[in-house]
């Protein structure tokens, strides 16, 4: 099902009540962006949920604003926001509409009346208006409709039979309380002789100071789940994750924050004509539960981690990833690899390179991080322990990252792909990254930068 998403411009000014401004008339402006779950039909209500800045000259600042819109042109004729922001440690609400007349539509449509409220006082009154010839195209060439998937759906066995394939579902969190990251691991082997297809996989933890620990279940046949992954007594199945291997036990609750994450191209994950493709059934999620090793049990509450999947022909030649929560809702995610297929094995690493920040994803598509090696982009990644590095930039803005897996915080693990050759993984749940992005106006200006501090997820392998 396809959504409707937006970003909307709105300038004028606000009259605030209050012994220090009585009266007083203030500059204030809006930037917004609107998303809903089903394309925007106007004879019909559609509901969308807003995010953005609000700015009130020398009063408020605001780049998280939260609301409501409702739009209903033609069967309610009126388009109402509702936003909620603060003000100087105050929680305040916008609310206000746009009144639709055909007398005169065009300023029906581009005016709104709104007032402050902080509970159920009101503290002001204003009047914004879109400005019509410097917003327009703006807000016309930012109508898109993406697609919404469910995670669920994402999580369902892809295999078709296939020899010489693999699957992967991988978990990768970190307990808040205890520093402590978590990677679990579930496999799915179809080996490229056509013999009978496994199931296996491993559970690790990586406490903040302290001994990697990790333990394999499996290989026992696969039974072909009609959800997720179950073998051996593992199930990782939407929105729950049980199991016990070796001296670990788990039972956790998985709780979807955010859409899904193409890292690579959608279609790709669609139509399976690349090596290999990565995604996220959410891009970020949260876990509750309990996950014990040894004499240690940690009790999860409100962990952030995400749930990812891959599917392909085995693993690649050289590859790095990294999954790091940045905070407030920000989430980046990189796959950098080396193909195992002729001519491409002599290439640099392809970079896939996605960061969602205020609900949006740059590069707007997957591809454009990757095409760098045929002169259209410049995305490049080095890759090394115990540290990597992935720099990359657009027209208007450019990034680096640098990640560090420290050799006490990393585990090492053997496995085979399909086709028998031998992978090694170095995997660090408790890893360093700094993270740079910057925006050209005039010059590259600095517009947000990430340190973190053990909580990133990033691995180093090759064949």
């Known amino acids: 099902m396809r959504g409707t998403a937006f970003t909307e411009t709105m300038l004028g000014t606000v009259r605030l009540d209050g012994e220090q401004h009585a009266k007083q008339t203030r500059r204030i402006r809006l930037d917004l962006r609107a998303e809903a779950d089903r394309l925007l039909r106007p004879h019909r209500t559609t509901e969308a949920r807003l995010s953005g800045r609000i700015r009130i000259a020398g009063w408020a600042d605001d780049p998280c ?8 042109p033609l069967s309610r004729r ?28 065009v300023t029906s449509m581009t005016v709104l009346p709104f007032t402050l409220y902080e509970g159920d006082a009101r503290v002001g009154e204003g009047v914004l208006r879109f400005p019509l010839a410097t917003g327009l195209a703006p807000f016309l060439l930012s109508f898109r409709f993406p697609r919404r998937d469910t995670g669920a759906e994402h999580l369902a066995p892809r295999w078709n039979g296939d020899p010489g394939r693999t699957e992967v579902w991988y978990t990768t969190l970190t307990d808040p309380a205890s520093g402590t990251g978590v ?10 002789d056509g013999s009978e297809p496994t199931a296996h996989g491993w559970v690790a933890a990586f406490p903040r100071r302290g001994e990697v620990r990790h ?33 670990f036990g788990w039972d956790l609750t998985e709780r979807a924050e955010g859409p ?30 309990t996950f014990s090793y040894g004499d240690r049990t940690v009790n999860l509450a409100g962990a952030p981690g995400a749930t990812a999947r891959i599917y392909g022909h085995g693993n690649a030649r050289r590859w790095a990833w990294l999954h790091a929560e940045l905070g407030g809702g920000d989430v980046l995610e990189i796959v950098a690899a080396v193909s195992t297929r002729p001519g491409l094995r002599r290439l640099p690493p392809l970079v896939f390179l996605r ?24 995305f490049r990644a080095r890759i090394g322990l115990p ?64 340190a973190l501090d053990a909580t990133a997820h990033a691995e180093v392998g090759e064949r």
């Open 65 to 72: 604003a939260e609301g409501e819109l409702e739009i209903s």
């Open 78 to 105: 009126r388009i109402r926001y509702r936003l909620t922001f603060t003000a100087n440690g105050r929680v305040l609400t916008l609310d206000g509409w746009k009144s639709v007349t055909p007398r005169s539509p």
């Open 183 to 192: 990677w679990l691991h579930h496999e799915l082997t179809a080996p490229a």
């Open 215 to 247: 333990a394999r279940f499996g290989p026992v046949p696969w039974k072909s789940p009609a959800s997720g992954f179950t073998a051996d007594g593992v199930t990782a199945m939407p929105g729950r994750l049980t199991g016990t291997a070796g001296e």
């Open 260 to 289: 899904a994450l193409f890292t690579f191209p959608r279609w790709s994950w669609r139509r399976p004509l690349l090596p290999a493709a990565q995604m996220l059934p959410a891009a970020r999620a949260t876990y509750e539960g």
């Open 355 to 378: 960061l969602r920040r205020h609900g949006r994803t740059w590069p707007r598509r997957a591809e454009r991080s990757a095409i760098g090696l045929l002169g259209l982009g410049r």
């Open 387 to 450: 540290g990597w590095t992935v720099t990359g930039r657009t027209a208007l803005r450019r990034i680096r990252v640098e990640v560090t897996q420290p050799a006490e915080r990393t585990l090492t693990l053997e496995y085979r792909d399909p086709d028998g050759s031998r992978a090694v993984c170095r995997n660090s749940e408790t890893a360093d990254a700094r993270v740079v992005l910057e925006r050209w106006w005039g010059r590259w200006r600095p517009e947000a930068d990430w």
